[in-house]
């Protein structure tokens, strides 16, 4: 909201208005005009020039002919009534040699000697303009005979000083323009701001002495007169209004009369009501611990918070990397264009884009991974696909698909169980689980350098597995135990922990498996897990299909 201190008044608004609509025509008109002028008449002072240039072209074929210095020092000498000529030089080519030597030259008395240009001929070719002098060659021949070349320096003084007379006399119009636009200004928003401030002047009267039968008299302009009608009309309504409050005034007091006996009627009622509150109330509270136990899984919708913290993490390093990267290619494409790129420059462009485009996978490649999790704990994690299967060599192949990340350190991981046993389940989440938890011991449990022990007991009982899993590691601080499962709850968060490994475990064990799991750490003393699920036979039909 506009704070009241910066507020600004319609008549300084809608000078300011006229104001800067009338400077920006007017500056831009007369800039184009001052802007062309000078081009018109630098192109005059060129072609002047250039008329100048063939003359003395002409005049000096004979003079190199005959080699005769002398007669054409004289007509160069002529050019001392043309006073932007600066300096004049003729060079001669030699036959045999084909070196030109300098002939004859002229030079103003103002402006002294300069030195020869001879080494000049290719840029001179065209009329070279500098900040205070105008520059030209001409070759000079004879029946397509090169003899030699012309070389004239003239001054832009006189344009200069043009230019600024002409700039003066533009400011000087603009003052007057704006002078009288800011009069016209003033006469208009006088005429169009009367009405207004004669219609606040009502306002304020109406809300000091609350006078609400004053009516706004007719304006002059249409739209300020529809103004003072809509005014008239909200004050003929509000007097209506009023007149309808005291009618409903008396009706209120008239009603409260009748309304204490209502409430004694209706206070007896909601003691009635409280009751049954109070018995429901008592109801709830013998559900309480299925609330927790619901609570708990639905504690999945608070991941959303989680999962942005840790995707905009690494999606912000990478767009840090690729905004880097885009100033370097923008740099390296200045340079090609201005062709000052070097090997230098492009080496290190070549390092740093390295540098950055593997930035820029690896945290993509983190993003993605973590959106890949994010979807395995939302989505139903429950696997219908039940088959027999080997349990050892199912833990087999876990542990071989995680030798890579074992290879690393130096623990030991040992498996405890029977050769024989096949159960009747899903491997896919089972195969899940083990790969969890043992990725959490390895990021979580142990220091770097420690060797460290993870063991894995299964056994069959009754139709049910029971899979023991520990280490020795660090185990687990009894603030973070308590909440062990929910989702992103980790002691490494920023450093390769997302939190959500032993929350997909427990929505595997209890969803998918049908389940139980059980956590047991103190710190410093490793962790025990303990995960018991059914297990059972599938008929022919299902274990083809």
Known sequence: MTSLNRTTSMKSAFIWLVMLICSTALSIA????????????????????????????????TSLQNNNKFREEQRLNSLSAVPIIKNVHIYQLEPESQQLKFFASYNRRDTGPWPPQMSRLAELAEPLNNQDYIEQMKA??????????????????????????????NVFIAFIAL?????????????????????????????????????????????????????????????????????????????????E?????????????????????????????????????ASLGQMVAGIAHEVNTPIGLGVTASTLLQDKVHEIEQAFEKKTLSSNQLARFLGDSKENLGIIYRNLERAAGLISSFKQVAVDQSNDSLRQFNMQQLLNEVVLSLRPNLKKTQHQLKINCPA????????????????????NSLIHAFDEGQ???????????????????????????????????????????GDGGSGLGLHLVYNLVTQALNGKINLESQLGEGIQIDVDFPVGSVSPSKLNS
């Open 420 to 439: 024989d046993l096949i159960i009747t389940s899903k491997p896919g989440p089972i195969n899940q689980i083990l790969i969890n938890l043992i990725m």
């Open 140 to 169: 000079v021949s004879v029946d397509n005979q090169l003899l030699g070349y012309v070389y004239l320096r003239a001054s832009n003084e006189g344009l200069e000083s043009s230019q600024r007379l002409q700039i003066m006399i």
């Open 179 to 259: 002078s009288l636009c800011y009069f016209m200004a003033l006469k208009l928003q006088q005429r169009f701001t009367k009405p207004i401030s004669d219609l606040l002047e009502l306002v304020h009267q109406v809300a000091r002495n609350k006078d609400y039968r004053v009516r706004a008299p007719i304006a002059e302009l249409r739209e300020f007169n529809q103004l003072n009608r809509a005014f008239n009309t909200m004050m003929d309504r509000v007097e209506g209004q009023l007149y309808k409050m005291e009618q409903a005034e008396q009706e209120i007091k008239q009603l409260n009369q009748s309304l």
């Open 261 to 297: 006996q209502k409430i004694s009627e209706r206070t007896s009622a909601l003691k009635e009501s409280n009751q049954e509150l109070l018995n429901t109330l008592a109801t709830l509270h013998k559900y309480q611990n299925q609330i927790v136990e619901t609570e708990k899984m």
């Open 451 to 493: 060797a460290g022990e993870i063991i894995i007991d299964v056994q069959l009982k009754q139709h049910r597995c029971y899979l023991h899993y520990s280490d020795n590691g660090k185990g687990v601080p009894e603030h973070i135990r308590k909440r062990i499962f929910d989702p992103f709850v980790t002691t490494r968060r």
């Open 30 to 61: 007369l800039l184009s005009s001052n802007y062309l002028d000078y081009q018109r008449q630098q192109l005059q002072l060129q072609e002047q020039l250039s008329g100048l240039l063939n003359i003395m072209a002409i005049n000096a074929q």
